[in-house]
């Protein structure tokens, strides 16, 4: 969702979709195990391995609540006031510090881009938030580059394909976990 402040700031969050791909695969690879922990005397509790596996789902909601913010002096990532400071790697450029833009190869082939100030130092690019086609053309209009050929990272079509296989697990899941509350 793109929030459009006053006149010149503007807030890029996660894309929705993401969002919930995310979150339902942590719940459909988790869900059964504190099921499948009890079944099998594991030597975990499942009462902790329970909290344990909310504690994550937190963890991962709160990676999700970043945010992308421009205005007329720069470009910030930032997580809401909730999430600890320990968990916040967030960062602020003014446009005017900002040199380039660097594309780097992700170790599954995939391009994501770094912003490079004057000091030489990278930030990563933001790309899984909603309205990136504005961002970059925002970024281009402050900085001058051209950003004609960066593109996201991923399409929305991978995700939904994601979305598919992590509903056809949660079936499994459930059919496991009935089989297991039975057997107890």
Not at 34 to 42: G, I, M, W
Not at 62 to 74: C, F, H, K, S
Not at 84 to 96: H, I, N
Request: hydrophobic content about 50%.
């Amino acid at each position: 969702m793109i929030e459009k402040q006053h006149s010149e700031i503007f807030i890029f969050r996660i894309s929705p979709l993401i969002k919930l791909t995310l979150l339902s695969l942590y719940i459909a690879l988790t869900l059964p195990l504190p099921f499948l922990s009890q079944n099998t005397n594991a030597p975990v509790s499942p009462v902790i391995l329970g909290i344990g596996l909310a504690l994550g789902a937190i963890v991962l909601y709160a990676a999700l609540t970043e945010r992308v913010m421009i205005n007329d002096q720069g470009i910030q990532v930032s997580y809401p006031a909730w999430v600890p400071d320990l968990f916040r790697k967030g960062w602020y450029l003014p446009w005017a510090e900002i040199k380039a833009l660097k594309p780097r190869t992700t170790g599954q082939g995939g391009l994501v881009y770094y912003f490079v100030n004057k000091s030489g130092e990278g930030y990563l690019l933001p790309m899984r938030v909603v309205g990136f086609a504005k961002l970059v053309r925002i970024v281009e209009a402050k900085t001058g580059i051209d950003t004609t050929d960066v593109h996201p990272l991923s399409q929305p079509w991978m995700y939904f394909i994601l979305l598919g296989c992590t509903m056809l697990l949660l079936l499994v899941d459930a059919w496991t976990i009935s089989n297991a509350v039975a057997i107890s």
